[in-house]
Each structure stands twice: as C-alpha cells, then as structure tokens.
T-cell receptor, first 115, second 116 residues
Framework: ETGVTQTPRHLVMGMTNKKSLKCEQH?????MYWYKQSAKKPLELMFV???????ENNSVPSRFSPECPNSSHLFLHLHTLQPEDSALYLC??????????????FGDGTRLSIL | AQKITQTQPGMFVQEKEAVTLDCTYD???????LFWYKQPSSGEMIFLIY??????QNATEGRYSLNFQKARKSANLVISASQLGDSAMYFC?????????????FGTGTSLTVIP
C-alpha cells in the first residue's frame, strides 16, 4: 500500500476515444505529479500541481488535459491520442514542492495502450 | 546534457552477494537531493533511499546504502545480501532545490536480476 492509488490499472482505447485517468493520494500531501514512462526512456514529467494550482507543464500536447479538483485528487483527461502515447502513466505526490529532501510517492501506474 | 546517467542497463548478482548500481548526475545547483527508486514488474515505483547534497555521511536504509562521492558527482546504490525479491528496475533521481524546485530528473534505470 503506497498511499497513492491509480485507476484504472490498464486501459486500451482507440484514437478517437475520450477517457480519464484518476489518481488519489491518502498521505496529506500538497503536491501531485503526472509522469509518462516509455520503454528505455527516462521518466518524463508531464504536470505538477501544488495546492491544486498547476505549476509546471512540460510542453505536453493538448490532447492531455490535467485536472486537480483538490489536493487529494488528480485526473488526466485523454482525447484523440496517438499510438506513441502508449506508455505507463505514473502519478506521484510529495509533501511540498521546492524542498530538496522530499521523496515522491508513486502509484502503481496506468498501462495505456492506444489502438 | 543528461541530468542523471545510469550506464548499466542490466546487472546480475548472485543471491546473498552485494551489488553496486551506478549513478552519476549533473547539476550546478549547490543544493540538491538524490533518490533511488525500485520498480518491480508490477509497475509501482518504491522509494528506497535519499541523500542530500549537504549530508556529510552516506545514507543507509537497511540493506541499502548510498555511496555518495560529491566531487565525482556520483551516487551509487549498494544493495547488500541480495534477495530474489530485489529483482527489479532501479532508478536514480535528482531534485534541484534552487534552480528548478519542481523538477525531478530520472535516469533510464538499471535492471537487476538476482540469481538463486
């Protein structure tokens, strides 16, 4: 039990579908993150939220749309995805941002496959 | 330039022996943190150990220790008395505090296989 729960664990969707990934953290943290993990590449930071405000958007295509309704929940809305978007999407949280010794706690990830 | 470099794509170790996973980093920030994570085949990333740039002593957590050589900018993970359950991907990561407080940088990982 990591304290960060992601649903669904697996998702297969067509390029024209719209779906959402959900992340919930039970750790009382103030910062939440979305990462993309593709094979043989470093984790790519996509979005950072601090106290429900987006503070980082690393040139992510607009077909990925994050939402953070409160400090415990983070969503990633997907629409019109491309085959290269198939990857493991990891959610993480940390106590705060900008503090060097705070580890990130990760969820189990959502394995996304685009047909 | 890569912020985090892990040069060993795959490593093998005999059960009960020690193994060192290499990590070098690149930063001009005087204040930073170094982290190691373990990712089993199931996907979750598990935090293992942390080393701060100002820490005088090497970090240790149970069977994990971090060999921190600041001048060489290396932060190798040492796993002692390897167990079969240690087989996983291992990622080195860095957080720069002053330069980019929001960013974690991850390496490409090392796949560790423990042989019975």
């Amino acid at each position: 039990e990591t304290g960060v729960t992601q649903t669904p664990r697996h998702l297969v969707m067509g390029m024209t579908n719209k779906k959402s990934l959900k992340c919930e953290q039970h750790l009382g943290h103030n910062a939440m993150y979305w990462y993309k993990q593709s094979a043989k590449k470093p984790l790519e930071l996509m979005f950072v939220y601090s106290l429900e405000e987006r503070v980082e958007n690393n040139s992510v295509p607009s077909r990925f749309s994050p939402e953070c309704p409160n400090s415990s929940h983070l969503f990633l809305h997907l629409h019109t995805l491309q085959p290269e978007d198939s990857a493991l999407y990891l959610c993480a949280s940390s106590q705060d941002i900008g503090t060097g010794n705070q580890p990130q706690h990760f969820g189990d990830g959502t394995r996304l496959s685009i047909l | 330039a890569q912020k985090i470099t892990q040069t060993q794509p795959g490593m093998f170790v005999q059960e009960k022996e020690a193994v060192t996973l290499d990590c070098t980093y690149d930063t001009s920030d005087p204040s930073y943190g170094l982290f190691w994570y373990k990712q089993p085949s199931s996907g979750e990333m598990i935090f293992l150990i942390y080393q701060g740039s100002y820490d005088q002593q090497n970090a240790t957590e149970g069977r994990y220790s971090l060999n921190f050589q600041k001048a060489r900018k290396s932060a190798n993970l040492v796993i002692s008395a390897s167990q079969l359950g240690d087989s996983a991907m291992y990622f080195c990561a860095m957080r720069e505090v002053l330069v980019t407080g929001n960013q974690f940088y991850f390496g490409t990982g090392t796949s560790l296989t423990v042989i019975p």
